[in-house]
Structure formats: C-alpha cells, structure tokens
C-alpha cells in the first residue's frame, strides 16, 4: 500500500469517526430536547388541559348573556302590545333578567342617561367581568404549572419564583378588577366588597401618601407600577 492510498484511508476513516460523532451528538441533543418537552407539556397539564374548558365555560356564558341582553334591548324600543305574544315573552325575559340589568339601569339613571340602553353595559360588563376571570385563572394555573415543575425538579429557587411572580401578577389583576368594577358597580356590592376587602391593605397607605389629582385617585397605578417592578426582579432573580 503506498503512503497517499494510507492517507486517503486514514481521512477517510477520521472523517467517518467525525460523522458518527456529529450524528451521536445530534441524536442526544435531540432526545434531550425531546424529554424536555415532554415533561414540560406534562406539568403543564392545568394550563392546556383544564383551562381551555374553564375558557369554553366563560365564553358561551358571556355569549348567552350577550344574546338575551340584545333582545331585551330591541324590545324595549319595540314596546310590544303587553297582551299579545311577544309581549309576554318580554316580561317573562325582563323578569329573569332584572337582576344582571339593575346594576347598569341604576347607574344610568344616576347619570341622567336613558335606562333603555342598560342591556348595552350589561354585556360591557360581562365581556369585561369575562375577560379579567380568564386572565386570572390563566395566571392561577401558569403558576401552579410552575410551581410543580420547580418541585419535580428540586429547584427551591424557581419554586420561590413562581410563587412570588404569580402572587404579583394574581394581585395586580385584583387592584386592575377593583378599579373597573367601581365604574359601573356599588361598593354594596358583594364581589366589590370582596375585592376592597383584598386590595385594601396595599392601596389605604399609598392613598394617604399620594393626594387625588382631581376627582382621580392615581394611587392604583402607582402601586400597580410597584408590582409589575416587584415581578421585573423576581423573575430576574429567580427564574433566569
């Protein structure tokens, strides 16, 4: 054998170690990746798979909501003999729907504004009553998801992350509720109590720090701008 056929073949055969090598590492890395998306599609198990039915829940809701609201809407400019068919039907539906319209009704009234268009702000209402219980349910479960995949991991850090963003983040939404809610709702009102009762003990101190500007009280956003730092550095911190 002469000595460039024994070079071509030690090339050859260098470059055939290489190859396999580089197809070794490939293949690791892709089962690496593999598992990985694997376990984390397993501890995410509240986010995709219990979510989306809370999610359906809402929406179809908050669409039957809407559809009743519109037809109450048409017929008190339709004013229907109340006698005659569609007539009872409409006292039947204002009956059963006198409870979700006298909150936006009395509001109206107070602003000198036409009652007939309550049903308008009750589905406002209900998309945006809709639309802040997803987004808390959705931080509530991204959490929970984290905080079990920071367990099976062993990762105390993360596992403080998680809980501390999430906690953040679920009180935020509750200060940004508060706000919304107490457009168009009476502190009287249950789930308004509920929320005053929560979100007091952060807002009464900066309240009396920070004066109204005008009839605006901009204590929530500078507490709501505190929070979301607060979230900046912790995940920062702990979940790098």
């Known amino acids: ?18 190859e396999s090598l580089g197809k070794e590492a490939k293949l690791e890395s892709e089962n690496r990746r593999l598992t990985v998306s ?6 995410k198990i ?11 829940i809402v929406v179809a ?27 009872r039907f409409e006292y039947f539906l204002k009956k059963r729907t006198d409870r979700l319209v006298s909150p936006s009704a009395n509001f109206l ?17 209900f998309c945006v009553l809709g639309y802040f219980f997803l987004e808390l349910l959705h931080r509530t479960f991204l959490t929970i998801d984290g905080i079990a995949l920071s367990i099976t991991e062993g990762n105390l850090v993360r596992l403080i992350g998680f809980s501390l963003y999430g906690f953040l983040g679920i009180y935020s939404l509750l200060i940004v ?4 809610f107490s457009w168009f709702m009476s502190w009287t009102n249950p789930f308004l109590r ?26 929530p956003i500078v507490v709501l701008f505190l929070l979301w730092f607060l979230q900046i550095t912790v995940a920062g911190v702990f979940l790098r």
């Open 1 to 18: 054998m002469t000595l460039e056929s024994q070079s071509r073949k030690e090339l050859l055969t260098s470059e055939s170690g290489q």
């Open 38 to 43: 694997i376990r984390d599609a397993q501890n």
């Open 46 to 56: 509240m986010l995709h798979s219990v979510y989306p039915v809370f999610q359906a």
């Open 61 to 87: 809701i908050v669409t039957i909501v809407a559809l009743l609201m519109l037809i109450r809407l048409i017929l008190n400019y339709v004013d229907p003999n109340p006698f005659g068919a569609i007539g």
């Open 109 to 125: 009234a107070g602003l000198g504004i036409d009652t007939r268009i309550a049903p308008l702000v009750t589905i406002f209402a």
């Open 177 to 180: 509720m508060r706000v919304v």
């Open 194 to 219: 509920f929320l005053r009762r929560i979100t007091d003990p952060i807002l009464e101190p900066f309240r009396r720090i920070i004066p109204p500007v005008g009839f605006i009280d901009i204590s």
